[in-house]
């Protein structure tokens, strides 16, 4: 396995990203009251507490966030594993009459985006929901569109898009792989 074709963004740009999404959310949603964010497994976890603590740091309020799973919500549920794994969903609050984030790492075909609404609304029912990405790669099969991304990146299908944070794999950063050279 050779290295990355590209690094798309490093941990500072990272940081840069995120911070921008936490004031576009801000000016959009005229603060952060009512506001909730809840990651998608895995690396919308991390992603939705950092938001989280930047929203709390610009508007002095504690932003709820939660951990969704969306493994049993997947339309190709047969396709992924024979016996899939199933994460926590953590959501410590009530849902309703809030603006729920939800953040993942990588938009691409929208189908996590999908499942991850289904599993949402079986929550209950949120004043609104927006979606939070660090990456928009296109390629979409459905008709979702993120509200707030910290980059778009055109990419090929043949190419995959790497994220790593710091909470998961020890260093924040952005790769643009072949999907050969993953093999």
Known sequence: MSGPKAIILSNDETRRALTRI????????????????????????????RLAAKLGELEGVEVPTG?????????????????PIIRETQVPFDISRRRVILVDDVLYTGRTVRAALDALIDLGRPAGIQLAVLVDRGHRELPIRADYVGKNLPTA????????????????????WDLEDMR
């Open 157 to 176: 299908r043949s190419e995959v898009v790497k994220v790593k944070l710091h909470e998961t794999d020890g260093v924040d950063s952005v790769e643009l």
């Open 22 to 49: 936490a004031h576009e959310i801000i000016e959009r949603n005229k603060g952060a009251d009512q506001l909730a964010l809840i990651g998608i497994h895995t690396r919308g976890i991390p992603l939705a507490a």
């Open 67 to 83: 951990m969704l799973d969306i493994t049993l919500y997947r339309d190709d549920l047969s396709e992924v594993a024979h016996q």
